[in-house]
């Protein structure tokens, strides 16, 4: 987990580049939700809000933000537009179109469920531009008996596969939107309902009822029962690696979701 800067704490170099985007800044709303981000924050300027997220290029993750600003002109509107990029004093700073959503709610009775459901049916119809990805055979093939067997990931689509429901932006019945892009991936459009699943086990569905709501996206419908059950077992191994990696109370419950879509599958 990175230390998580503010707004304030940038040197003036960086305040300097963003300013002359956006006019005075008033106030910056720090955020620590992230996962990743060394710098989250909503601006309020002269010229209006702007989410501005940042990376120091020296950082592990920083080829985040490339993937990022590859991605969002082809995964609108459900991604939040690019207004600018700025490099200065060694950070990598993205301004976003500021989303007033809060993250969804993946809980077995949230009205919130739909409005995912519609977002990952949009999103199962975008193919994955011509920029570099993640690819779903590289990802998760690795993680089963055969990995000649992962050829059954492979597709055109455009997959977010990071589903954590931060990731989600819900605001009232408007479409939902999906930030933070970094994972990326070219596959089969089924993926991403199938990545939900786990999200939802851990959101406290029983598992037959989390792969009911995966169905309603139109894609799942495209998936081979063998890819669903080879995806499971691999989606597990995933999860089992990083829980032992990174073992925290969330990623060992993922762990422990994706096992229990295996038992699932393995019922037929
Ligand atoms: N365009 C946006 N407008 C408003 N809030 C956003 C926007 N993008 C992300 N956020 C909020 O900031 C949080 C962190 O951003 P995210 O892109 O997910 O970075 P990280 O890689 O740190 O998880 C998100 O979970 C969401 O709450
Ligand atoms: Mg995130």
Not at 130 to 147: C, F, I, M, N, Y
Request: glycine residues 6%; contains cysteine; hydrophobic residues 45%.
């Amino acid at each position: 987990m990175p230390v998580q800067q503010t707004w304030n704490s940038l040197p003036a170099d960086v305040h300097a580049a963003v300013l002359a985007q956006t006019g005075a800044v008033h106030r910056a709303d720090d955020i620590a939700a992230g996962y990743v981000s060394q710098l989250a924050t909503t601006l309020h300027t002269e010229s209006g809000r702007v989410f501005v997220k940042g990376l120091r290029h020296d950082y592990t993750f920083a080829w985040n933000q490339q993937r990022e600003a590859d991605i969002a002109p082809h995964a609108a509107p459900l991604a939040p537009a690019v207004r600018w990029r700025i490099d200065a004093d060694g950070w990598d700073l993205l301004g976003f179109e500021h989303l007033t959503g809060r993250g969804a709610d993946y809980a077995p009775d949230s009205a919130d469920l739909p409005l995912v459901v519609d977002a990952l049916a949009t999103l199962g119809d975008l193919r994955c531009p011509d920029v570099r990805t993640e690819d779903a055979v590289d990802r998760w093939a690795r993680h089963l008996d055969d990995p000649a067997d992962g050829t059954a990931f492979a597709g055109p689509a455009l997959l977010h596969t990071d589903l954590n429901p931060a990731n989600v932006l819900i605001d009232g019945a408007a479409p939902a939107r999906l930030v933070d892009w970094a994972y990326a991936t070219r596959g089969a459009a089924w993926i991403d309902p199938a990545c939900w699943i786990v999200w939802l086990i851990h959101s406290g569905h029983p598992a037959h009822q989390a792969e009911q709501w995966a169905a309603k996206v139109p894609s799942w419908s495209t998936a081979p029962k063998h890819s669903l059950d080879l995806f499971a077992t691999a989606l597990s191994g995933y999860w089992h690696t990083l829980a032992t990696e990174y073992p925290n109370p969330i990623t060992q419950s993922l762990r422990d979701g994706a096992a229990a879509w295996v038992r699932l599958r393995a019922e037929g």
